[in-house]
């Protein structure tokens, strides 16, 4: 992955999407499925999807996320997790954080 371009807000849907442009130029539409907080760091968890905006293997994108709290206008910075205990944390956060999700559906 290279860089994020924009995180758009659709009117016609009410989620999040990011648009990544790989290393090899392809770009990949993503929603947002969740920012994190792990460690005092945010982090975003991105659900890749095809042309025809879905998922079919479940594989999910997790990054590093900054905002410019100064100025709201300037995009966030996402980011490549290179510390495998810091990604290992932030996998058992969403791990969590799907465990959650899941009883809420139950109540």
Do not use: H, R
Request: with cysteine; charged share 35%.
């Amino acid at each position: 992955m290279s860089k994020k371009e924009i995180i758009q807000n659709n009117e016609n849907d009410e989620e999040m999407t990011v648009t990544m442009t790989l290393d090899n130029g392809e770009e990949v539409t993503c929603a947002v499925i969740t920012i994190l907080t792990v460690e005092e760091k945010d982090y975003i968890v991105l659900l890749p999807l095809d042309e025809n905006g879905e998922n079919n293997d479940g594989e999910v994108w997790i990054y590093g996320y900054k905002e410019d709290e100064s100025d709201p206008n300037i995009e966030p910075e996402l980011f490549f997790i290179s510390d495998e205990s810091e990604y290992e944390a932030v996998s058992d956060a969403f791990d969590e954080y799907l465990d959650n999700a899941e009883f809420d559906e139950l109540l």
